[in-house]
């Protein structure tokens, strides 16, 4: 069984701080990772993925996220957030082969102007 | 232009009613899914359709239907309804290629289901 764990469920900074909110996985094989925001009473909308290649990709809004293997984590950064960052990150994992993506529990961002 | 259309945007039902939830997508995508979302679960994937042909089905409970009557048209229909059936039900595509890596899902805004 394949789970998604994102351990923090706030994150509360100021605008122009950095962030990181963490994602592990808990598969072991191949794994395509991605990452989503939800804003309040919307759908979600894509960030950024990894399935190969680089371990940093670089997503929109100046989003970026690693993977690491040896670590299971796939977390999601940014230098400088805006008031208008604030939502709800989701993590998700899926292998190859297979439809079904599993979500992290989602890590909701409040942004201080 | 909304390019993914899911309609009503909100539903109130009665326990044990039939209600059907309506998807359309006009990303040209051959891959569709339903998850649903509420207070007590986080996103839960419940199926994918790929070419109108289901692919994945992680509900365990019948009374959930997905049907797919054209290729960009994905409707869920729940019957039986029962109040912990409460929560958002979120329609969402991909346009999917060959190999591992998976494409970018593109979400619909949401049907928020109330079950009384």
Known sequence: TQTVSQ??????VFEGDSVELRCNYSYGGSIYLSWYIQHHGRGLQFLLKYYSGNPVVQGVNGFEAEFSKSDSS???????????????????????????????????????? | ???????????????GSEKILICEQYLGHNAMYWYRQSA????????SYSYQKLMDNQT????????SSKKNHL??????????????????????????????????????????
């Open chain 1, 7 to 12: 351990s923090d469920a706030h994150v509360t």
């Open chain 1, 74 to 113: 796939f977390h999601l950064r940014k230098a400088s957030v805006h008031w208008s960052d604030s939502a709800v990150y989701f993590c998700a994992a899926s292998r190859p082969g297979y439809q079904n993506f599993y979500f992290g529990k989602g890590t909701s961002l409040t942004v201080i102007p």
């Open chain 2, 1 to 15: 232009d909304p390019k993914i259309i899911q309609k009503p945007k909100y539903l109130v039902a009665v326990t």
């Open chain 2, 40 to 47: 007590k679960k986080p996103l839960e994937f419940m199926f």
């Open chain 2, 60 to 67: 365990a409970s019948s009374r959930f239907q997905p049907q």
């Open chain 2, 75 to 116: 409707d869920l229909q729940i019957t039986a309804l029962k109040p912990d059936d409460s929560a958002t039900y979120f329609c969402a595509s991909s346009q999917e290629g060959t190999g591992g890596a998976r494409a970018e899902q593109f979400f619909g805004p949401g049907t928020r289901l109330t079950v009384l």
